[in-house]
Nanobody
Framework: QVQLVESGGGLVQAGGSLRLSCAAS????????KGWYRQAPGKQRELVAI???????RYADSVKGRFTISRDNAKNTVYLQMNSLKPEDTAVYYC?????????WGQGTQVTVSS
């Protein structure tokens, strides 16, 4: 069993920054993919960024150059540094862990960007 606990969401003005953290516990294997997804009201959940065990990253076009995903394997934690936030970044952000064909999700953390 795997548990993911997110933190760091909140309310910020446009142009501001937030850092999300997601701590994983339980049966975590060394080879996995960790990532962040988001879901805005009335929209489907979408990929924000992922990072694989070796460090390779992938970003949605809408956040490239503004968001940075990183991971601390020793702490089983993944981070999302979000800079130059825009109102359209407002959503519930979900942490995700994929390992050996199984997806795990956190409970989500609200990020609200005011204009």
């Amino acid at each position: 069993q795997v548990q993911l606990v997110e933190s760091g969401g909140g309310l910020v003005q446009a142009g501001g920054s937030l850092r999300l953290s997601c701590a994983a516990s339980g049966s975590i294997f060394s080879i996995n993919v960790k990532g962040w997804y988001r879901q805005a009201p009335g929209k489907q959940r979408e990929l924000v960024a992922i990072i694989v065990s070796g460090g390779t990253t992938r970003y949605a076009d809408s956040v490239k150059g503004r968001f940075t995903i990183s991971r601390d394997n020793a702490k089983n934690t993944v981070y999302l540094q979000m800079n130059s936030l825009k109102p359209e970044d407002t959503a519930v952000y979900y942490c995700n862990l994929q390992q050996y064909g199984t997806n795990y999700w956190g409970q989500g953390t609200q990020v609200t960007v005011s204009s």
